[in-house]
C-alpha cells in the first residue's frame, strides 16, 4: 500500500467525491473485505456495493488484494491502494500564472544529526539559487514526527 496517493485527474476526484465512496474506503481501510462483507455491514443491495467498488478500482482508487474460494463462489477481497489521497497541486488552476508556480512535498525521516545538517545544506542550496533571480520566495516546514 502506497502512503500517498495523487489524484491526478478530474475523473478521479470525481469518483471519490461521493461521501458514500468515501464511507466504503473508511471500512476497507479497517481491513480488507468483499463486497458482499460491505453489503452485510452496511445494510445495503450487494449490486450497489459492487458498482461502487468497480468505479473505485477503475480510477486506481483501490484494489483487489486476494481471491477466495468459498464452495462455487470466488470471493474478492478489496483493498485502498494508499494510506491518503491528495489532489495534485496542478489539477485545480484556475489562473496562467498559478500554472507557473510548482508545489512539492517530501516527506523525509532523519535522526538529529542528519537533521542539523540537512537544514545547513538547505539554507546554502537555497542561498545560492536565490542570487540568481533574487525575487524566489521559499516555504519550508520541518514537522517532527511522533512515529519511531
Same mark, same amino acid.
Given at each position: 500500500? #502506497? +502512503? $500517498? !496517493?495523487? $489524484?491526478d485527474n478530474l475523473?478521479? #476526484?470525481k469518483c471519490v467525491s461521493d461521501p458514500f465512496r468515501i464511507k466504503l474506503l473508511e471500512l476497507l481501510s479497517e481491513n480488507e =473485505?468483499? %463486497?458482499?462483507? #460491505?453489503? +452485510?455491514e452496511l445494510n445495503i443491495p450487494r449490486a450497489k456495493i459492487h458498482y461502487h467498488l468497480r468505479e473505485l478500482e477503475k480510477y %486506481? $482508487?483501490? &484494489?483487489?488484494?486476494? /481471491?477466495?474460494?468459498?464452495?462455487?463462489? $470466488?470471493q474478492k477481497f478489496y483493498s485502498p491502494t494508499a494510506k491518503q489521497l491528495l489532489?495534485?497541486?496542478d489539477l485545480l488552476?484556475?489562473? &496562467?500564472e &498559478?500554472? =507557473?508556480?510548482?508545489?512539492? /512535498?517530501?516527506? !523525509?525521516q532523519l535522526d538529529n544529526g542528519d537533521l542539523n545538517d540537512f537544514k545547513k545544506d538547505l539554507?546554502?542550496?537555497?542561498?545560492k539559487s536565490s542570487e540568481k533571480s533574487g525575487d524566489e520566495h521559499y516555504k519550508i516546514t520541518v514537522i517532527p514526527s511522533s512515529e519511531q
Open positions: 500500500m #502506497l +502512503d $500517498i !496517493l495523487v $489524484i475523473a478521479q #476526484l =473485505k468483499t %463486497g458482499q462483507q #460491505l453489503a +452485510d %486506481g $482508487i483501490i &484494489e483487489m488484494v486476494k /481471491t477466495e474460494q468459498k464452495h462455487s463462489i $470466488i489532489p495534485s497541486p488552476k484556475f489562473r &496562467e &498559478e500554472s =507557473k508556480k510548482e508545489a512539492f /512535498t517530501f516527506k !523525509l539554507k546554502k542550496f537555497l542561498k
